[in-house]
């Protein structure tokens, strides 16, 4: 069996990793996988990319002119959305004629238009797309947030300066239903959450979507010595850690305001805290967060590598992701197999992948409040010994590369048997 995966980048993202990790899991199961990507990292055999040209970055910035101009020349919101106006035909590809299966995943940001997603769609062969945001069920948003407009048709967009009943995700939704109608299309969602949001989408209404979550290496990302890797990172030995990172610290949907309020309540409630814990940050402009927290910050590079995230994991004691939107983070993920309960909002598909007072602590949504006592519960109230044996378990049991590989083997498997019937 020969499968295609499509990825805007190679590892730049969640949907990258993810994407990545399955490509690797599908080839040690015996799939002749491989990856087809706008921008390449690696010198990776299996993983093609288009011929780089100042063509490319061209595309990009014209997609991004066009919402910059809807938008009145404003920034804002500028990448929470993409009309998908233009991109690149793949479909004459030798990998794409070689491949039984196609696996669409993150195809945006100027990578593959509505046009392109036609031929695909027109090729005859068996389409698995898998949603890592709601882009491929609503009109041009990523994350619809309390907007349930898609359910019928998109209109006045909220991430539009001026949205209209003809806006621009009015025109878009319009397309792709026009586009998806005739298309066989299988849609997989990584959590519960974003299946139940899928299938209240008009354009999904008459096509299958089941839920399979990310695969994540169980051999790579297993618990250490916590003290070799302090030691290591040049990390205290007696504080307790907090990890908070993205790829940008700053960028408000991670909701970093919500840790800083946290801490802050945290340190006045506890102030004998201020000399226990101790807070590590990685991303760009980490630096930033030095002055806005109560303890003393411990401010680390955005890091690519996996290997050296697995030594930052298994260095802290609890890793928190404040998020406003999420799907099925891989970083929960990632820190939970090396043993680190985890504390998130009741949000998207976190709920699913922390078991609350089991493997970590679910805050109510927005609730800086609730966010402290998630923090003082885990390090000073719990079982930690106990959330950190579950944690390690629910990502064998739920998310090993071998069992993720394994549904989605049984779903090309069925797609080619349907096809030929």
Same mark, same amino acid.
């Given at each position: 069996m020969k499968v295609l995966l499509i990825n805007t980048s190679e590892h730049t993202g969640g949907a990258a990793v993810a994407a990545s990790r399955l490509m690797g899991a599908l080839q040690q199961n015996g799939?002749? =996988?491989?990856?087809? #990507?706008r921008d390449r990292s690696t010198s990776n055999p299996n993983v093609v990319s288009l011929p780089q040209s100042w063509k490319l970055k061209a595309k990009f910035i014209a997609e991004r002119l066009v919402i910059? #101009?809807?938008n009145h020349f404003k920034k804002e919101n500028l990448f929470a959305v993409d009309i998908a106006n233009i991109g690149t035909d793949i479909t004459h590809f030798a990998e794409f004629k070689e491949a039984d299966v196609i696996h669409l995943h993150w195809v945006n940001q100027g990578f593959l238009s509505l046009g392109n997603l036609q031929r695909i769609f027109a090729s005859g062969k068996p389409i698995v797309w898998t949603m890592h945001d709601m882009w491929p069920c609503t009109g041009i948003c990523h994350h619809a947030r309390t907007c349930t407009s898609y359910h019928t048709h998109c209109h006045h967009c909220m991430y539009l300066y001026k949205g209209g009943s003809n806006d621009l995700s009015a025109r878009t939704f319009e397309r792709k239903k026009i586009i998806y109608k005739h298309a066989q299309l299988t849609f997989v969602t990584c959590s519960n959450w974003l299946k139940a949001e899928a299938e209240k989408s008009d354009l999904l209404i008459d096509k299958r979507i089941v839920s399979i979550p990310n695969p994540l290496n169980t051999a790579l990302f297993y618990p250490s010595s916590k003290e070799e890797a302090r030691e290591k990172l040049g990390l205290p030995a007696n504080r307790r850690l907090i990890?908070? @990172?993205s790829v940008k610290i700053t960028d408000k949907r991670k909701g970093f305001d919500y840790l800083v309020e946290a801490c802050r309540l945290l340190a006045s409630q506890h102030p004998e805290l201020k000399e226990e814990i101790g807070? #590590? #940050?990685f991303g760009h402009n980490s630096e930033e967060l030095k002055p806005l927290l109560p303890f003393e910050v411990y401010p680390l590079n955005y890091i690519a590598e996996e290997d050296e995230m697995v030594n930052v994991y298994n260095a802290v004691d609890l890793y928190v992701t404040p998020s406003l939107e999420e799907n099925l983070p891989n970083t929960i993920m990632e820190a939970m197999a090396c043993g680190v309960p985890c504390l998130g909002f009741q949000i998207g598909g976190i709920p699913e992948m922390i078991d609350h007072l089991q493997n @970590? /602590?679910? =805050?109510? /949504?927005?609730s800086a409040n609730d966010f402290a006592k998630g923090i003082y519960w885990i390090?000073?109230?719990s079982n930690y010994r106990s959330l950190s044996t579950e944690a390690v378990q629910k990502v064998e049991t739920h998310y090993s590369e071998g069992s993720v590989a394994k549904k989605y083997i049984g779903l /090309?498997?069925?797609? +080619? +048997?349907?096809k030929q019937q």
């Open positions: 799939v002749q =996988a491989k990856m087809l #990507v910059w #101009v809807h990890l908070f @990172g807070v #590590v #940050v @970590g /602590y679910v =805050a109510t /949504y927005r390090l000073k109230e /090309y498997s069925k797609l +080619l +048997l349907e």
